[in-house]
């Protein structure tokens, strides 16, 4: 990942200005795929460019390189490098993309970056972004993502991760968007329009199974049966690819003992002939030559062999494309015809995203483009969504009343000390508000607020001034304490086997509590941490993902009551490490858990089945009931739609959103089939006392599942479908699909 580049000289754009080569760039292209004759015109053209094209500029199509001190622009100009990665500098990007022009073909770079989630306004981490369970919200943040990367000069994104992951253990699970396919795939199609709406091409990643490594551990060997990749892993990756998406990354790791890299069989059978993917597939971080580590390739040359006949078109910063592939081709090792082919989608990627229309970008528009007033509101919007209130013992509202003097502990209240392991590169930031600032703004003057931060830094390895923030604590009505994982702690290469605060926060965590005073634990963290210990010792217990730039001003605003909370868990969180993988949508067992916690059932020993808090949970500061589930459709063909309708009400005193959720069940199939899985959401604001139906419609079609061959099956029989506010919901009805069918995968059209 990208890590520190930006800074430095985005202070003085303005003094760049005259540097540059500037046109209206910013002009910020939707991209997506043409259609009709202008993807005709573009294959000719490419016909075109393959004829003029040397090995060279063919291989250096093929070539992703990153941004380094003694870059040399020239390899751009003699064609030998073809697309680029983490610049951030619009200088750099508007220079880069000069040479390009100036090469003998002209064709414009691709410029990468990850903007997990944001560029220089940060949204919740994708996993809080799905909390939100509000699609259209989750495409506005990836759309502002797009149009920030976009005005710096990046044109390409590598996102939207859609890994299905049922391991906290793993660290990147804040990428994707938790435990449940449904979920995830809308967030995937929401998430690649919104990208692509902002002017970056999307890359959906990683192509496949990298969530289903071994014991979460990062990189690791993934078995995934058929059944199991084709109803879990792949539908995400079908959604973003169905909403428009122009990139597929490879993953690292091994699927069923095939490095996903050279994996023929995903990347080009399935992805390319089945699913009818006409872009560019590039590899990740270096993962070509890793084919040697992985044991299918003896040297570099038989990495890039393999890969590019797998079909991989892009080998990102491996550097086995360029030094080989031309020597291959001429040794006849390779055939050209695998390179044109290879060459013909990238070039396809970017003329239909028209990257060759667009001009340079102008510093001063790259500048203004950053954090507008527009980009925070929608990160406002987002990160007051995101935030899941697990437990409340009545504390929350705080009541400036009885709240007078507050305590704020923890580094993480303060913008300055927080650092999100997915930070593209250090973009700067406008002062943001901390979390004592917002709550003393918030409850008004007859509050007194204090900050201590308790451990040195973000990280929470070393207390700072301990007695003090003890002493802070022990004098407040209230404590608001602010911990939880970040630097090394989350992200890419962070798993972990032990799901605690990291260092020495939970022992500040337990002085906290030990003071006598209440206290309200807001954590930020990247994945479910293990809290059993917690409950009925902390007042009140809010999950944030990281919540972005306007977090700790959402995170007051919630803990005052000026919003209501709405987030729910997009993943389990599980009571104990030796749990995992638990979730909501497992298989049931011939020997269930009753209550009499019989020994030869399937149970632990020493701990209970369900998990501490299930997916789609969150408690709200009114109290919603869910009633009169009336189905419409008791009878569907294969083909049809389920119609489902529950009444909502808002009992309590507050108005409020709360997420409807319709969970369906097959009970007796021909295989085994879920105890139940969710079909269909939809968040409602209702006013305090307010009632209002809510209407579900899903296709038969989705109540299927998939055969060893990845053929979709919908089989005859009696359904139940269960409405609620989690997924633990007990409101039940029925119907039934008449008749079966066996079709093929559907095809793109
Ligand atoms: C990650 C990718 C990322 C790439 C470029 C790799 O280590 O696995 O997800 O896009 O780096 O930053």
């Given at each position: 990942m990208p890590r520190l580049l930006l800074r430095l000289f985005?202070?003085?754009?303005?003094?760049?200005?005259?540097?540059?080569?500037?046109?209206?760039?910013?002009?910020?292209?939707?991209m997506a795929w043409k259609t009709g004759p202008e993807a005709a015109a573009i294959e000719r053209r490419i016909d075109r460019l393959l004829r003029q094209m040397t090995v060279d500029e063919k291989v250096g199509q093929l070539h992703l390189y990153g941004r380094r001190e003694?870059?040399?622009?020239?390899?751009?100009?003699?064609?030998?490098?073809?697309?680029?990665?983490?610049?951030?500098?619009?200088?750099?990007?508007?220079?880069?993309?000069?040479?390009?022009?100036?090469?003998?073909?002209?064709?414009?770079?691709?410029?990468?970056?990850?903007?997990?989630?944001?560029?220089?306004?940060?949204?919740?981490?994708?996993?809080?972004?799905?909390?939100?369970?509000?699609?259209?919200l989750v495409e506005e943040a990836a759309l502002w993502t797009g149009r920030e990367a976009r005005a710096l000069g990046i044109n390409w994104t590598f996102a939207p991760m859609v890994d299905m992951s049922r391991d906290p253990r793993w660290g990147r699970l804040l990428e994707?968007?938790?435990?449940?396919?449904?979920?995830?795939?809308?967030?995937?199609?929401?998430?690649?329009?919104?990208?692509?709406?902002?002017?970056?091409?999307?890359?959906?990643?990683?192509?496949?199974?990298?969530?289903?490594?071994e014991a979460g551990r990062d990189y690791n060997t993934a078995w995934i049966p058929a059944e199991q990749l084709h109803d879990l892993h792949l539908p995400p990756f079908r959604s973003a690819l169905d909403a428009g998406s122009l990139s597929v990354m490879a993953a690292f790791n091994s699927v069923n003992g095939m490095p996903a890299t050279a994996h023929k069989g995903m990347l080009t059978d399935l992805l390319r002939r089945q699913w009818g993917f006409r872009g560019l597939v590039v590899s990740d971080f270096g993962s070509i030559p890793e084919l040697m580590a992985h044991g299918i390739a003896r040297d570099e040359a038989e990495a890039a062999r393999k890969a590019l006949a797998a079909g991989v078109d892009i080998d990102m910063m491996g550097f086995v494309y360029s030094r080989h592939l031309a020597t291959e081709v001429r040794a006849g090792r390779v055939p050209i015809a695998q390179i044109d082919e290879?060459?013909?989608?990238?070039?396809?990627?970017?003329?239909h995203a028209g990257m060759d229309t667009i001009n340079d970008i102008d510093p001063k528009t790259a500048e203004s483009a950053l954090q507008s007033p527009p980009a925070?509101?929608?990160?406002?919007?987002?990160?007051?969504?995101?935030?899941?209130?697990?437990?409340?013992?009545?504390?929350?509202?705080?009541?400036?009343?009885?709240?007078?003097?507050?305590?704020?502990?923890?580094?993480?209240?303060?913008?300055?000390?927080e650092r999100v392991w997915t930070d593209p590169a250090g973009v700067p930031r406008k002062p943001l508000e901390s979390l004592d600032a917002a709550l003393a703004r918030l409850l008004?003057?007859?509050?007194?607020?204090?900050?201590?931060?308790?451990?040195?830094?973000?990280?929470?390895?070393?207390?700072?001034?301990?007695?003090?923030?003890?002493?802070?604590?022990?004098?407040?009505?209230?404590?608001?304490?602010?911990?939880?994982?970040?630097?090394?702690?989350?992200?890419?290469?962070?798993?972990?086997?032990?799901?605690?605060l990291p260092g020495v926060q939970d022992a500040l965590l337990e002085e906290l509590?030990?003071?006598?005073?209440?206290?309200?634990?807001?954590?930020?963290?990247?994945?479910?941490?293990?809290?059993?210990?917690?409950?009925?010792?902390?007042?009140?217990?809010?999950?944030?993902?990281?919540?972005?730039?306007?977090?700790?001003?959402?995170?007051?605003?919630?803990?005052?009551?000026?919003?209501?909370?709405?987030?729910k868990t997009p993943i389990s969180f599980p009571r104990a490490v030796g749990q995992i993988p638990v979730y909501h949508d497992h298989l049931p067992t011939g020997r269930p858990e009753t209550k009499r916690r019989f020994r030869y059932e399937s149970i632990f020993m020493d701990e209970a089945n369900q998990p501490l808090y299930p997916f789609g949970y969150g408690l709200s500061y009114t109290r919603f009931s869910i009633s009169d589930l009336r189905i419409e459709t008791p009878r569907i063909d294969p083909?049809?739609?389920?119609?489902?309708?529950?009444?909502?009400?808002?009992?309590?005193?507050?108005?409020?959103?709360?997420?409807?959720?319709l969970y369906v069940r097959q009970p007796v199939a021909s295989i085994s089939r879920p105890v139940r899985q969710l079909k269909a959401f939809d968040k409602v604001m209702l006013k305090a006392g307010a009632s209002q139906r809510v209407s579900f419609t899903v296709p038969a079609q989705a109540l299927g599942y998939h055969d060893t061959a990845g053929r979709l099956m919908v089989e005859a029989g009696g359904f139940e479908v269960h409405a609620g506010t989690s997924s633990m919901t007990e409101l039940k009805g029925e119907f039934s699909v008449s008749g079966s069918t066996r079709d093929g995968v559907r095809m793109r059209p």
């Open positions: 985005l202070g003085s754009l303005a003094l760049l200005a005259p540097c540059l080569a500037v046109g209206d760039a910013a002009a910020q292209m939707p003694g870059f040399d622009n020239g390899e751009i100009r003699s064609g030998r490098i073809g697309n680029v990665m983490n610049f951030v500098d619009p200088a750099e990007m508007a220079a880069v993309q000069k040479a390009a022009r100036e090469s003998r073909l002209k064709i414009p770079l691709l410029i990468g970056l990850d903007a997990v989630h944001g560029v220089s306004t940060y949204f919740p981490l994708p996993l809080g972004q799905a909390a939100t369970f509000n699609p259209a994707g968007a938790g435990e449940d396919v449904h979920l995830s795939g809308i967030m995937a199609a929401a998430r690649t329009r919104g990208y692509q709406a902002g002017g970056v091409a999307a890359t959906v990643k990683h192509f496949v199974g990298y969530g289903g490594g290879a060459v013909r989608r990238v070039l396809r990627v970017k003329f925070l509101d929608a990160a406002r919007r987002a990160a007051r969504e995101s935030i899941i209130l697990l437990e409340n013992d009545g504390i929350l509202p705080l009541d400036p009343a009885r709240h007078r003097r507050v305590a704020v502990i923890g580094a993480l209240a303060r913008p300055d000390q008004g003057g007859g509050a007194t607020i204090s900050y201590q931060p308790g451990v040195t830094t973000y990280c929470g390895t070393e207390f700072a001034d301990r007695a003090a923030a003890i002493e802070a604590a022990s004098a407040a009505d209230v404590i608001i304490a602010k911990l939880g994982e970040d630097c090394e702690f989350m992200g890419e290469g962070a798993s972990r086997t032990r799901l605690t509590i030990g003071t006598g005073k209440p206290v309200v634990l807001v954590l930020a963290t990247g994945r479910p941490l293990v809290l059993s210990h917690l409950k009925g010792r902390v007042a009140a217990l809010v999950q944030t993902f990281h919540a972005g730039s306007e977090g700790r001003t959402a995170i007051a605003e919630v803990l005052t009551g000026a919003v209501n909370p709405s987030g083909n049809g739609l389920l119609k489902a309708s529950v009444l909502v009400s808002n009992t309590g005193s507050r108005d409020g959103q709360e997420v409807v959720q």
